[in-house]
């Protein structure tokens, strides 16, 4: 069984379109994040939900939109895409904000 | 905001030699400190945390020690082998759901 798993693992599309990544988790944690790993291999937040509710939105830009539906998935939305949106895309949950995050295999999400 | 500052940023050891990364915090508030494994292709995975009541952890050929007067804590791999090639990361987080990494360490073990 998966623990968190995310959909789809590759992602190949042209600048101005929309895309959607989906991630679900079934350790029965609260809290649910987004995460973009660079070319640079460099790990930075994005998103942080706790209970489905918003709690940090680390300066994404607004074409970026997540939606928790339940605590046990967390969609990311992002319109407009842009050549520098082009990384890997990791969804991670844990139960509360200090223990282990357990990530998903990610998205490769490249725009040409 | 916390920020995470990772070194080295590669590291290369002879196979059964120690490995050791160092990392420090900016905000006295963070008081869990986990350290994560990334394989080529693969997704980031715990292999050892602490938190700030603790100021050491072992656990077999792993080991992570915490100074938090200093603000700094350290990954300790001993007797390194070939499989502990990859990609490490240092985190720190505080009570607001925010995790935040290190720029990474890449090690590299030579048979």
């Known amino acids: 069984d998966t623990a968190v798993s995310q959909t789809p693992k590759y992602l190949v599309t042209q600048m101005g379109n929309d895309k959607s990544i989906k991630c679900e988790q079934n350790l029965g944690h609260d809290t649910m994040y987004w995460y973009k790993q660079d070319s640079k291999k460099f790990l930075k937040i994005m998103f942080s939900?706790?209970?489905?509710?918003?709690?940090i939105n680390e300066t994404v830009p607004n074409r970026f939109s997540p939606k928790s539906p339940d605590k046990a998935h967390l969609n990311l939305h992002i319109n407009s895409l842009e050549l520098g949106d082009s990384a890997v895309y990791f969804c991670?949950?844990?139960?509360?904000?200090?223990?282990?995050?357990?990530f998903g295999q990610g998205t490769r999400l490249t725009v040409v | 905001g916390e920020n995470v500052e990772q070194h080295p940023s590669t590291l290369s050891v002879q196979e059964g030699d120690s490995a050791v990364i160092k990392c420090t915090y900016s905000d006295s508030a963070s008081n869990y400190f986990p350290w994560y494994k990334q394989e080529l292709g693969k997704r980031p995975q715990l292999i050892i945390d602490?938190?700030?009541?603790?100021g050491e952890k072992k656990d077999q050929r792993i080991a992570v020690t915490l100074n938090k007067t200093a603000k700094h804590f350290s990954l300790h791999i001993t007797e390194t082998q070939p499989e502990d090639s990859a990609v490490y990361f240092c985190?720190?987080?505080?009570?607001?759901?925010?995790?935040?990494f290190g720029a990474g360490t890449t090690v590299t073990v030579r048979a």
């Open positions: 991670a949950s844990s139960q509360g904000g200090l223990s282990e995050a357990f």
């Open positions: 939900y706790n209970n489905k509710e918003l709690i």
């Open positions: 602490i938190r700030s009541n603790v």
């Open positions: 985190a720190a987080a505080t009570n607001d759901y925010k995790l935040s």
